[in-house]
């Protein structure tokens, strides 16, 4: 018996929906803790596995984590941090375990840890962070896919990375709040959650210029102290619940969404054909009418983000006409076109080329999801489909949307988890 998440789909949903803190803010966040003898506390943070994963990992490094997941409050006091190997298990399954690679050689000193694992959506490989790292003075060892990183202490430096890398700018964001003088890192990834960590270190002391820019400047401390800080939104389940909105509502508000940074979402979406009111914090979608197919092309933030391309797969097997999806950034993130395909909808794939051909009426069936976005994009296939859908693989769906099935099913969706 397995459990699965059943979706009786063809319900009008109509209510309020409200966001939760941003889930690729928080990993980052959790690891910068380590920086710091003193109390660091979150606000606002998702109850997700992957959350409460990397919880488990600071615990497991000698971190005291005290954590309220009522009211998405955690405190975390990591003055007897002393491990330096984060457990094999959990780096293989949350590919955000590797931020502790910045925090804790810059800690300790030193830190080994397995090559990360997280869905298996194409290679994404952690060059460039050792690059980084080697660059502050640190010594790399690779043996038997585990890296050890050695520094007796680091040093500031030039680091320009060949592509921008949002999990390598913040390691080496957190790498060098510690070292002794000053980094510069150049083609640093534009994203807000780079943004937000930048947010929190110059809290815990550090200086930081150029935040949110593609050159950022940072004077390392010898000593950090702790912060108070409340996640931002999460971007990612915003659009989500937008394209949920297009899609099957009747009447639906969402509170919470961070428009300011999902210009291209808010842009491909009006393209289609999809109006968006926002007002006083809370935003209303409307998909009146045929829907338009659109050319995307995912790309690194401020582009199209890569973990809302399956989700927009669903609305354009609505609209009226042939669209194409060109994925840039993940080779294998195009595996949810095939179960979209079993139930009923017309797409060919040729990567990184996805072209959707719609209308499609969807037909409800079993299907499995193959990584966090895939999750997601079944249930919203679910919801418009005709008849009953079973959708396996939900710990990828835990991963990081939070209570997803209870939020729909507060504004009149029909899902449940069953054994089945």
């Not at 840890?113 to 050792?130: F, K, M, N, T, Y």
């Not at 999990?167 to 943004?195: D, F, Q, R």
Request: glycine share 10%; hydrophobic share 40%; with cysteine.
């Amino acid at each position: 018996m397995k459990e699965v998440l059943w979706i009786e789909g063809g319900h009008p949903l109509k209510g309020t929906l409200r966001v939760s803190g941003s889930k690729n803010a928080t990993l980052p966040l959790l690891a910068a803790t380590l920086l710091t003898e003193e109390a660091c506390v979150l606000e606002g943070i998702p109850d997700v596995q992957d959350v409460r994963m990397f919880l488990a990992l600071i615990e497991h490094l000698g971190g005291r984590v005290s954590y309220d997941p009522a009211c998405g409050r955690v405190c975390i006091e990591a003055k007897n941090v002393s491990s330096q190997t984060p457990p094999e298990e959990v780096v293989k399954r949350m590919r955000a375990s590797v931020l502790t690679m910045g925090s804790l050689l810059a800690r300790l000193g030193v830190v080994e840890v397995s090559l990360p694992g997280g869905c298996a959506i194409g290679r994404r490989p952690i060059d460039q962070h050792l690059k980084g790292f080697e660059a502050l003075g640190a010594k790399v060892a690779l043996q038997n896919g585990h890296v050890r990183l050695q520094a007796s202490g680091l040093t500031g430096h030039g680091v320009r990375f060949a592509v921008p890398t949002v999990t390598g700018t913040e390691n080496l964001l957190m790498a060098a709040s510690l070292a002794n003088g000053v980094t510069t890192i150049e083609n640093a990834a534009l994203e807000p959650e780079v943004a937000e960590l930048c947010t929190a270190l110059q809290k815990m002391g550090v200086d930081i210029e150029g935040k949110g820019t593609s050159k950022i400047t940072v004077c390392g401390k010898k000593r950090l102290g702790g912060f108070v800080h409340r996640v931002c939104r999460d971007r990612i389940e915003a659009a989500t619940y937008l394209i949920v909105s297009a899609l099957a509502g009747e009447d639906v508000v969402l509170e919470g969404v961070p428009l300011e940074h999902m210009s291209a979402v808010v842009d491909v979406l009006g393209e289609a054909g999809v109006q968006i009111e926002a007002e006083d914090g809370r935003v209303r979608t409307f998909a009146g009418g045929d829907l338009n197919p659109c050319r995307v092309r995912t790309a690194p933030y401020p582009g199209f983000p890569t973990d809302v391309q399956a989700q927009l797969m669903v609305l354009l097997t609505k609209a009226n006409g042939a669209s194409l999806i060109e994925e840039n950034i993940f080779e294998n993130r195009l595996m949810h076109a095939e179960e979209l395909r079993r139930m009923g909808a017309a797409i060919e794939v040729e990567s990184p080329l996805a072209r959707v051909l719609g209308p499609c009426k969807l037909q409800g069936t079993r299907v499995l999801a193959t990584d966090l976005r895939a999750s997601a994009c079944l249930v919203l296939a679910g919801l418009v489909a005709g008849g009953e859908t079973l959708i396996e693989g939900l710990h990828h769906l835990d991963r990081g949307y939070e209570r997803m099935e209870e939020k729909l099913r507060s504004v009149g969706a029909r899902v449940e988890r069953i054994k089945a």
